[in-house]
Each structure stands twice: as C-alpha cells, then as structure tokens.
C-alpha cells in the first residue's frame, strides 16, 4: 500500500517573495525530496489541500508539480495522483546537437525554430545546456561530465548508430506521426476522391517516420493509395537538391500521367512549396481537379495560393515532449561503468576523428 505524505511534513512552507509562487513551491519540494523527506514511492496529497496548506491556488501548486514532472523528480498517475518518482536522478546540464550534413542543406528553417524553441523552454526550466556542433565535440562533453542528457534536434542516418551508443540519456527529435486519419477520409470522401496519390519520405534504417505511417493509418481509415500513385523521397534524392525541388518533381511525374490523380496528399511541409508551383505550372484547379492535402507546421507558416485542406502540427509541442523524455527518470536505464564508458566514448571520437 502506498504511503500518503502528510500536511504536517509540508507545512514549514514560506515564501520569500523573490520569484513567482509556483517557483518557489518547485524549489520547496525539490529540497524536500533531495533530503529524504520525502521518500520515493510516497503519493502526495492533492491539489486542493495542499492549496489550502499554502494559501495559495490550484492551479500555482499543479505548475509547480508539472516542473518536477518534468525534472523526473515526480510521477504523474492517471486517476491516481502525484507520487515521488522511484529512482531520481535529476539532469540539470543538457546538450542540444545537430547533424553537420544537415547544417549544410538549405532546408534549415524547422531545424533554427526547433533549436531556439528548446532552447527557450529548457532556459524557462533553469537548465545549463549547451550547443554541440559535431560528434568530437559531444564526446568531450560527455567525457568531461559537462552534460548528463543530449538532445538530438536533428540525427542523420548515419550518425544513429553512434548517437544512440552514448552512455548517457539521449533523445531525438522526432516529428510525430500522429494524424486524425478518419478526418482525411471523410474529407476525401466529401470530394468524392476515387485516385489518391501521395508524396512521403521513404523509409530508411532506423529512421523515426517510417513512411508507412501514413499510407498505413489511411488503409485503416478506408483510403488506399495505388502503388503508381505513390511516390518516396529518399534521402538520395535530397543529396544535392531540396525537399521542395523534389516535390517539384514527383508532383509533375504524378499529374501528367495518363491516369491522374483526382487527390493528393503531401507530407512534410518542406515538399509543400515544389508541389505547389508545379500544379501552378500544370494550370489545375484546386480543389475543382484535384483535392490537395498539405501538412503545415503552424510555426512555420508557408504562403499557398491554392484551397487545400491542412493536416496542421504545432511543433512546440513537440518541444515539450523532447524535454519531458529527456529528463525523466526511467528505472531500466542503467549508465555504463565508468571504465567502459570512457573507454567506448575514445574509441567513438578515435573513429570520429
């Protein structure tokens, strides 16, 4: 049976009027916790009383809760309540890297609003955290404890491998797959769409976004999409050229066949502006000819002359969710020994270099 923290262990509560009242609580509860007051395992009690206890409201004492969710040091359970998180571990020093080879592509616009976007968040949390330009640089870092957690904004495919063997907490930015696809079939459907094509990144070892992600949740949906209406971008083709010069071209490959597509859907956004000039080009009407669906990042907004109907993602969002993964306490992650460690990571920068 889990055991209830009580009132009278959090009653010395005072404020000092420095910072906002939800910091400090965070504050309190953090010191609480790191001298064993309160032990893991333990349920807090809930927001209204601890609300009555600290003169304060629900809604200052849940923002202060949520920081220390975020921080690892508590665990949110659904219907349940709040409970000290069972092995902590707080991460305060935190990397954010970005492939070189992405650097050098000109599609950058999501990678500096994703950059200064977790960089804002993780300075509003009171985290030390640094930017790592290539791969020497993050293994000096790790080796000289300079960071406990490292943020992958963008990992190419082959820097995974690697990345994924640092010994310490990583994650990677990944844009979540995650759409309302019965809302797509029932606008299809609407506009009687009998040809659905579509325009995907192509699947590759290890990547986030399998392209079958889509393709798949419109089967489950209802909408099928014919192999000759499909087309991929690989990573191949984006050597030398850009994801918009690409879409540029599948987009004529797909609406100059014999057979053309009465509907199609584009994903990702950076495709978007390719496939837009060439139904330009090609003169047809939208959505009259053919029924566009686009994916649009709302923060990044690009300018459409066409009537298409958005699959719209918010990628500050997705922010939240990279920090929330990245500091929070998992019990099955074990570091490597420290000798091991060592020396897997001089082995690593050996090929790096």
């Avoid at 509860?29 to 809930?46: A, D, H, M, N």
């Avoid at 014919?226 to 987009?251: C, F, H, Q």
């Avoid at 950076?270 to 009259?288: H, R, S, Y």
Wanted: proline residues 5%; hydrophobic residues 40%; glycine residues 6%.
């Amino acid at each position: 049976m889990k055991k209830i923290v009580s009132l009278e262990q959090l009653r010395d509560f005072q404020r000092s009027g420095t910072a906002g009242i939800h910091q400090e609580l965070a504050l309190y509860l953090r010191e609480k916790i790191f001298s064993g007051v309160l032990t893991p395992g333990e349920q807090l009690p809930s927001l209204r009383d601890l609300a009555v206890l600290w003169k304060t409201n629900p809604f200052s004492v849940r923002l202060a809760m949520d920081d220390l969710v975020c921080r690892g040091l508590l665990n949110r359970q659904q219907g349940r309540g709040m409970f000290v998180a069972s092995s902590v571990r707080e991460i305060r020093r935190i990397g954010i890297y970005c492939s070189q080879e992405f650097r050098l592509s000109r599609d950058l616009l999501a990678f500096f609003y994703l950059r200064d976007a977790l960089s804002r968040r993780l300075r509003e949390l009171q985290f030390e955290f640094c930017f790592l330009d290539d791969r020497a640089s993050l293994h000096d870092a790790v080796l000289g404890n300079r960071i406990q957690a490292v943020a992958g904004v963008v990992v190419s495919t082959s820097d995974k491998k690697w990345f994924n063997s640092l010994p310490i907490r990583k994650v990677v930015f990944m844009r979540d797959p995650l759409m309302d696809f019965d809302r797509i079939a029932r606008a299809l459907a609407e506009h009687r769409c009998r040809r659905v094509a579509a325009i995907v990144p192509a699947a590759t070892p290890g990547d986030g976004i399998p392209v079958s992600f889509l393709i798949t949740g419109l089967k489950s949906a209802g909408v099928r999409i014919m192999p000759r209406n499909l087309r991929t971008i690989s990573p191949e083709a984006l050597s030398g050229s850009t994801w918009d010069k690409v879409g540029y071209e599948k987009t004529l490959e797909l609406l100059t066949h014999p057979l053309r597509p009465d509907a199609l859907i584009v994903y990702p956004d950076n495709a978007v502006p390719g496939v837009i000039q060439a139904i330009l080009k090609l003169g047809i009407k939208v959505p009259e000819e053919l029924f566009a669906v686009f994916h649009r990042n709302v923060e990044l907004p690009y300018f459409c002359s066409l009537d298409a109907f958005y699959l719209d993602m918010h990628l500050s969002g997705f922010v939240d969710k990279l920090v929330e993964s990245l500091i929070h306490t998992e019990e099955n992650q074990k570091p490597m020994p420290e000798r091991r460690k060592k020396t897997t990571l001089r082995k690593n920068r050996k090929v790096a270099e």
